[in-house]
């Protein structure tokens, strides 16, 4: 098949118009049961994210997909994946594991905490919020996913699993759904487990990166158990940014980040303040997540 053909393809795609009205439809059933999970002018900027990241990504996407053709064509696994049913499986562990790393790396690298962090801006939880998607972070993502067509994924095959998870994904943001049955919450993703991604406390800071699978946060180390009894999670930021411009919500920490890097002195503090963990300065209290962990015997 052709780049063209495979384009051709990638346009009739009818994924994103069955997803977009079923997400839609479940905020409104999650409104008229728990109204106080929603705040108008949080769920409008919410909304506004959701625009922005599309507009942002769409560049990146169809370069991603070209570089996924050609990785894909000089694969020499080319025709021997295929679609069967469990390169299917294969490929949804391909695609999690790469989803947990670009994840992790958000959290960890100040530069793509800065295109990830308006998803955490919000003091809500809810499914609104799913859609307050990081805008800056449209720019790096597909560079995680590169080495899977390597493997004999084709570039349709890529996309539509990464559409599945982002599906999946959306309905773990909720406050409506308690623990699920114990051999599910052990594998899988589920609102426990991203409540705790969501939560500011301490505890739960920089967990939980799982897109479909807990597995891989397990294995890494960067697993934390919901407990709500003695550390009811806490959304947002650790210092919220307390505005709805969405202007603002979008870019306040790359304006952040360069103020940091603006009053320091020496160039390799310049740089950690790009690249090291978000809360690391070199003239105060270190607050990067496991710095505070560790104080709290976390």
Known sequence: MTLTEYIQQLSEDKLLYFALPVFFISMFVEYRIAKEKYHGKDTRVSMLMMVFSAIVEFIPKILAFV???????????????QRQWWAWILLLLADDFAYYWFHRLNHEVRLFWAGHVPHHSSVHMNLGTALRQGVGERIHKFFFWMWIPLLGFDPLMMFTM??????????????????????????????????????????????????????????????????KEIDKPVYGLTVNIETFNPVKVATHEYAAIWNDVKRADKWSDKLNYIFNSPGWTHDGEDKRAKTLRKKMNL
């Open 67 to 81: 570089a996924f053709f050609y990785l894909y064509e000089i694969s020499p696994l080319k025709g021997v994946v």
């Open 162 to 227: 990464m559409g599945i998870s982002l599906i999946y994904q959306f309905f773990v943001h909720t406050e409506l759904v308690d623990k699920l049955p114990k051999p599910i919450e052990l594998i899988f993703n589920t609102p426990s487990h991203h409540r705790v991604h969501h939560a500011s406390n301490i505890r739960y800071l920089d967990c939980n990166h799982a897109g479909i699978l807990i597995i891989w946060d397990r294995m890494f180390g960067t697993f934390s158990e919901e407990l």
